[in-house]
């Protein structure tokens, strides 16, 4: 049932074969042979996708509709509405393609600088819309409210899309009592994370320990430039379970529209104040003074004043730790999440 991996770098070779190549970016006749077959031999309710593109490719929303089977897409990104997945251009926050204008993608060489990748993402976005891939669809699923009302604004109608966060396991984590007093981000090592932000904040607080769990492009740099603040690479499994649950606060200082952050979701679990930036779905999640704190994204003087004030009161912190402890297990927990996907599901049907 599983397509051959496509690469879609830049490569050299014959016109013809770059040709292909880049005809299944778009389309992908394989994926739509192998889905109906799939869907012929297993007679499915209907099917459930998630980053489907470019690989698979949203082709085979059609090939689903064709067959009579309903379908439904996790919005992880902003696929649909930007043809780079991020909203975001040389780095900056972006929203030129709403409205399916999607020709700024070409002109501001969206895709990595490169004229050719992003024509390619151009064609790629406007063959679908003539197709109406993704209208299609008989539901999006937004994790986020901030998600829902960027496509709606964009491009869906409002009963097309639903809100369902995702889901984190407070089951399996166990809320942590143990607090050793530093701060701690997770997460790509790269501008959009805001990384450069919270590294100028900490080098004004010379009497905080800040721990950077992550790799990324910045990495090398970052490293020289912050030698205060201690990287510890890429960490996984019980080292990262274990170094969560030490912390005092986590950071998200994200500078682009994240969607609905695990590291935010998973922090409440462990029963860890959050601190995070006002972009995207977080200000969703992070209750301001209740179950942390939200700062203006970008804003150095904010963050270490906020930053200092937390690992100044542990008191506070344990409160609104375990404020975020209660609201994960209220409203995010995975069994909630589970059941609310399954009534989704049954409204997708009943229609």
Known sequence: WF??????QEQSGSKLGQLTTALKFVHSGEAVSKIESLIKATKPDLIHCHNIYHQLTPSIIRAAKRLGVASVLTLHDYKPVCPVYTKLRNGELCGDCAGNNFRHVV?????????VNSALMYVEAKTHQWLKSYESLDLLIAP???MRDTVVEARFAPDKVEVLYNGVDCDKIKPATTDQGYALYLGRLSQEKGIATLLEAHSRLPDLELRIAGTGPLAEDLQIKF???KFLGHVSGPELEQTIANAAVVVVPSEWHEN???????????GKPVIGSDLGGIPELVDHEQTGLIFPHGDVDTLATQLAHSMSNPKQRQSWGLEARQRAEQQFSLEQHGQHLVQLYQQVLDR
Do not use: I, T, W
């Open 3 to 8: 397509v051959d991996n496509q690469s879609y």
């Open 107 to 115: 002109k501001n060489r969206c895709a990595d600088g490169s004229l």
């Open 144 to 146: 986020s409210k901030f």
């Open 227 to 229: 030698p205060n603040a």
């Open 260 to 270: 609905c952050p695990m590291s935010v979701l998973e922090a409440m679990a462990y």
